[in-house]
């Protein structure tokens, strides 16, 4: 006898291998373990969020099995759900294995990209280190641009395709660790156009098919999670804004994270990759359901990385802000506190657990053109020659005005998050979740001396029409907020986002 039951939805299938008096014993059992999943998922309703966005999340997804038969059923909404994510090692000094990980690999020919600014630290160090030691050939790119762009990404994929490597290594933050995925993907489909993978409508967003090669990734901040999820962003210089690449092939075989390497952030680059992991939690956590969002993929290739809030990414997505709440202005503040700085590090690894299969929302994908239009805005503590918004600083200036206009969906996830983050909230009426959870994020971005709002990086209200223009591509991101929007409401959140404080 063999019995399949799907996961997360209604398509279930019973297979039934049995002949004679076997059939009635074999009918009893499958009714039984029937009985038992459905008393499972009708735990798992009675303890589920109950606001209107989640309240659907795991109660109406399995069809009663009581007969021991289940039918197939056209959806338009998803059904189920999975999780991808990168092998993770984890120790202060274990960069120093990565060595033996490429000699056990069997490499002979490993590109190492990163920046120019960590070519020459410590972390870089580490790492050329354990290759001469263990006696792997490689070339190093050291050209990574900060903040990449399409430009940038098309330079890093032309030195991995002229290069033939068989395995890529990338030590730095999450703009080295994006640009390296994008030169393995780019390197192993050689006949690929660029915009084939860039996800639409700004490009094609083929499905991967051709297997990538090995890429280990060394995160040196402690925000974008890049280590962990399938994901490439990058600047499109002709729309001047942010997009990416979106699949689980990009995900790196194994990151390796130090939390020795985050000791050399300067305290701005600590708090805007601490405000990354921040909104990546809350996004993450407050997203629209997975089995609320369309369409069903026909075809488990085309199932989404971002697959919207599930019972396995809120479990990242709490435990990434206790820390947060618990470490982040340490970490800011005292650049020598270990056990802050390590903290952090890891709360930026179970973030991108958690985003990198439910995905974000607005924050980020009204972020792109905030940092995709930057004038003249040159950011504390990061050494490059071009103007620049930080990723974590685009995402966590708009945060106070996006929650404020999501919480009436999930009023109870935006008031649980509040009290993770040290808000008393027991006295708290549910039409006060949005105001309570903007108030404390704002309290947080006023102690950590953040800009006050989107003015005082150099934009006015006359740029709030190019934001919005920039933000509506986005689809991949916004389409899972836990709200509807509309350009007006975009409008709305770029107004009240303009000053915080």
């Known amino acids: 006898?063999?019995?399949?039951?799907?996961?997360?939805?209604?398509?279930?299938q019973c297979e039934l291998y049995v002949s004679g008096g076997a059939h009635k014993r074999a009918r009893a059992e499958i009714m039984a373990g029937g009985e038992r999943v459905a008393h499972l998922m009708r735990q798992l309703a009675s303890a589920?969020?109950?606001?209107?966005?989640?309240?659907?999340?795991?109660?109406?997804?399995?069809?009663?099995?009581?007969?021991?038969?289940?039918?197939?059923?056209?959806?338009?909404?998803?059904?189920a759900f999975e999780m991808a994510c990168s092998?993770?090692?984890?120790?202060?000094?274990?960069?120093?294995?990565?060595?033996?990980?490429?000699?056990?690999?069997?490499?002979?020919?490993?590109?190492?990209?990163?920046?120019?600014?960590l070519s020459q630290l410590l972390p870089v160090g580490v790492v050329l280190d354990s290759l001469t030691k263990h006696g792997v050939e490689y070339k190093i790119y050291e050209d990574v641009r900060v903040e990449p762009t399409d430009k940038s990404f098309k330079a890093a994929i032309d030195f991995a395709k002229q290069g033939h490597f068989d395995v890529y290594v990338a030590v730095g933050g999450g703009s080295v660790i994006d640009t390296c995925k994008a030169a393995n993907l780019y390197a192993s489909h050689p006949e690929a156009e660029f915009l084939d993978f860039v996800n639409a409508p700004i490009g094609k967003g083929k499905p991967?098919?051709?297997?990538?090669?090995?890429?280990?990734?060394?995160?040196?901040?402690?925000?974008?999670?890049?280590?962990?999820?399938?994901?490439?962003?990058?600047?499109?210089?002709?729309?001047k804004a942010k997009t990416g690449i979106a699949n689980r092939?990009?995900?790196?075989?194994?990151?390796?994270?130090?939390?020795?390497?985050t000791l050399h952030m300067p305290s701005r680059v600590a708090a805007n990759s601490g405000f990354d992991v921040l909104c990546h939690a809350l996004e993450s956590f407050t997203a629209l359901p997975y089995n609320l969002r369309s369409p069903c993929p026909s075809n488990p290739i085309n199932r989404p990385a971002y697959q919207g809030s599930n019972p396995i990414s809120d479990v990242w997505a709490r435990h990434a802000l206790k820390i947060v709440a618990k470490y982040l202005k340490r970490a800011v503040r005292d650049a020598g506190d270990v056990e802050a700085r390590s903290s952090m590090h890891l709360a930026s690894v179970f973030a991108g657990i958690g985003f990198g299969n439910?995905?974000?929302?607005l924050c980020h994908g009204m972020s792109y053109p905030i940092a995709g239009n930057v004038k003249t805005h040159r950011a504390r503590g990061y050494n490059v020659e071009h103007p620049i918004v930080p990723h974590g600083l685009s995402v966590v200036l708009t945060s106070p005005a996006v929650f404020a206009f999501t919480a009436n969906m999930c009023p109870e996830r935006h008031l649980e998050a509040a009290q993770i983050?040290?808000?008393?909230?027991?006295?708290?009426?549910?039409?006060?979740?949005?105001?309570?959870?903007?108030?404390?994020?704002?309290?947080?971005?006023?102690?950590l001396e953040v800009e006050d709002g989107l003015f005082a990086i150099g934009y006015t209200k006359e740029d709030?029409?190019?934001?919005?223009?920039?933000?509506?591509?986005?689809?991949?991101?916004?389409?899972?907020?836990?709200?509807?929007?509309t350009e007006e409401d975009l409008t709305a959140l770029f107004a009240a986002s303009m000053k915080l404080y």
Do not use: W
């Not at 990980?101 to 190492?112: I, Y």
């Open 249 to 261: 092939a990009l995900k790196p075989t194994l990151g390796m994270v130090d939390p020795l390497h």
């Open 1 to 12: 006898m063999s019995a399949y039951l799907s996961a997360g939805g209604r398509r279930t």
């Open 421 to 447: 983050l040290g808000t008393d909230v027991s006295n708290i009426k549910k039409d006060d979740a949005g105001r309570v959870l903007a108030d404390t994020l704002r309290s947080i971005l006023y102690d």
């Open 358 to 361: 439910a995905g974000v929302h």
């Open 464 to 485: 709030i029409p190019s934001l919005v223009k920039g933000t509506i591509p986005q689809e991949r991101v916004t389409k899972l907020s836990p709200r509807a929007h």
């Open 208 to 239: 991967i098919t051709a297997s990538l090669k090995p890429l280990i990734a060394v995160p040196t901040t402690a925000g974008t999670g890049s280590e962990t999820t399938g994901v490439a962003i990058f600047d499109f210089e002709n729309l």
């Open 87 to 117: 092998n993770i090692r984890y120790g202060a000094g274990v960069t120093k294995e990565i060595g033996m990980d490429l000699q056990n690999m069997g490499a002979r020919n490993v590109c190492l990209m990163t920046d120019r600014t």
């Open 48 to 79: 589920a969020c109950r606001c209107p966005a989640h309240s659907q999340a795991y109660s109406h997804t399995y069809n009663r099995v009581s007969t021991g038969e289940v039918h197939m059923c056209e959806r338009k909404t998803d059904y």
